[in-house]
C-alpha cells in the first residue's frame, strides 16, 4: 500500500472514531457551564427530583363537577395505563395513600425511622403494657366528645396516634394535603403523571412513545369523549416538550435544506446549463459538514441540538456565499 493510502487511512480513522462518539443531546440545561454550582443544582434537581420525566395527561370537562366526569375519565386512562408495562413504568392520577394506603404505613414508618432515638424511646414508652389501656381509653374519649370531623376520622383510623410525629407542624401528618396538585378548584380539570417505560430516550423515541400513548387514550374512549363526555385531554410536560421541539426543529432544518437545495439548484442550472459544477460545490459541502461533526463527536462526544441549530444557520451562510 502506498503512502498516500497510509495518510489517508490515518487521517480516515478519528474521523471515523468521532461520528461513532457523536451524541445529540436536547437537555436545555446541558446548554449553560456546567462548572457553575447553580447550574450543576438545576441540572441535578431536573434529573432526579423534579418531574421533568413524567407525561401530564390533562383531563378538562365543561360539565359541573358534580357529574365526576373529569375523576371518571382520569381513573379510566390511569387504570389503561398501569395495565400496559410497556407504555407506562407508573401512573398517578390521586395521591398515592388515597389509591394504596399500605404504603402509608410504610412512609409513616420510615419518617418514625428518621426521628431521634429519644422520641422513639418516648413512642415505645408509650405503647408499652403499662400505658397503651390509657392511649386507647384516651381515643375512646375523644371520638366520644369531639367535635371535629377530621379528629374523629383520624381517631378511627389511628387510635395509637402513630401520625402524630414530633415536629409534624402542628404535630400531625396530614394525609388530605397533595390534591392540589392533580385536580382544579372546581373539580372539573384533572392531571394523570405518566413516567415512561424506561430511562435515557431520546427525542425520536419520546416522539413514538407519545403517539403510543395518545393511540391508547383513543382506544380507551374513541371520539365518544367529547361527544357524549364533553371532555377533552390533553398532553404536555417535559417529554412533549422535548419531542416536540426537537422534531419541530429537525422538521424546519430539513424542509429549509431541501427547498433551498431544489431552488438553488434550479437557479444554477438556469445559469450555468450544467450539473457538475453544483454537485462538486455541494459533495465539498457535505464532506465539511461531514468533517464538522466528526471533529465535534471526537473533541466533545455530545452535541447538544441547539448549538447545531445554530451552527446550522452559519452553515447555510457558507452554503450561500459558497454557490
Known amino acids: ?62 360539565m359541573p363537577s358534580e357529574f365526576g ?15 400496559r408495562p410497556d407504555l407506562a413504568r407508573s401512573v398517578r392520577w390521586q395521591p398515592p395513600w388515597q389509591e394504596n394506603p399500605a404504603a402509608a404505613a410504610e412512609n409513616v414508618a420510615w419518617l418514625w425511622r428518621q426521628q431521634p432515638p429519644e422520641a422513639l424511646a418516648t413512642l415505645a414508652d408509650r ?3 403499662t400505658h397503651v389501656a390509657g392511649e386507647l381509653a384516651a381515643a375512646r374519649e375523644t371520638l366520644a366528645t ?33 390534591e392540589g396538585i392533580f385536580t382544579g378548584d372546581d373539580g372539573r380539570f384533572r392531571v394523570v403523571f405518566v413516567e415512561p417505560p424506561r430511562d ?18 383513543d382506544e380507551l374512549y374513541g371520539e365518544n369523549l367529547y361527544r357524549f363526555l364533553l371532555t377533552r385531554v390533553g398532553y404536555t410536560g417535559g417529554p412533549a416538550f422535548l419531542a416536540e421541539i426537537a422534531n419541530g426543529m429537525e422538521r424546519d432544518m430539513r424542509s429549509s435544506v431541501l427547498s433551498t437545495l431544489v431552488v438553488i439548484g ?43 441549530g445554530f451552527a446550522a444557520v452559519l452553515l447555510g451562510l457558507t452554503v450561500d456565499y459558497g454557490l
Open 1 to 62: 500500500m502506498k503512502r498516500r493510502h497510509w495518510l489517508i487511512l490515518l487521517c480516515a480513522l478519528p474521523l471515523v472514531l468521532g461520528l461513532a462518539r457523536l451524541r445529540f443531546d436536547a437537555e436545555i440545561f446541558n446548554l449553560l457551564p456546567e462548572e457553575l454550582p447553580a447550574v450543576r443544582g438545576l441540572q441535578l434537581q431536573q434529573r432526579h427530583f423534579s418531574g421533568s420525566r413524567e407525561l401530564l395527561i390533562t383531563v378538562s370537562t365543561e
Open 127 to 129: 405503647l408499652g403494657p
Open 266 to 308: 434550479a437557479l444554477f442550472w438556469f445559469a450555468h446549463r450544467s450539473w457538475r459544477p453544483l454537485g462538486l460545490l455541494l459533495l465539498g459541502l457535505l464532506l465539511t459538514l461531514v468533517l464538522t461533526l466528526a471533529l465535534g463527536g471526537l473533541v466533545f462526544g455530545t452535541l447538544n441540538v441547539v448549538s447545531v
Open 146 to 178: 369531639s367535635l371535629d370531623p377530621q379528629e374523629l376520622a383520624r381517631t378511627g383510623y389511628d387510635p395509637l396516634g402513630l401520625t402524630r410525629l414530633p415536629g409534624a407542624g402542628a404535630g400531625t401528618l396530614r394525609f388530605d394535603d397533595g
Open 200 to 217: 435515557g430516550m431520546n427525542y425520536q423515541e419520546l416522539a413514538k412513545w407519545l403517539e403510543q400513548i395518545r393511540g391508547a387514550v
Open 69 to 83: 366526569f373529569a375523576n371518571s375519565v382520569a381513573s379510566g386512562i390511569a387504570k389503561h395505563l398501569a395495565a
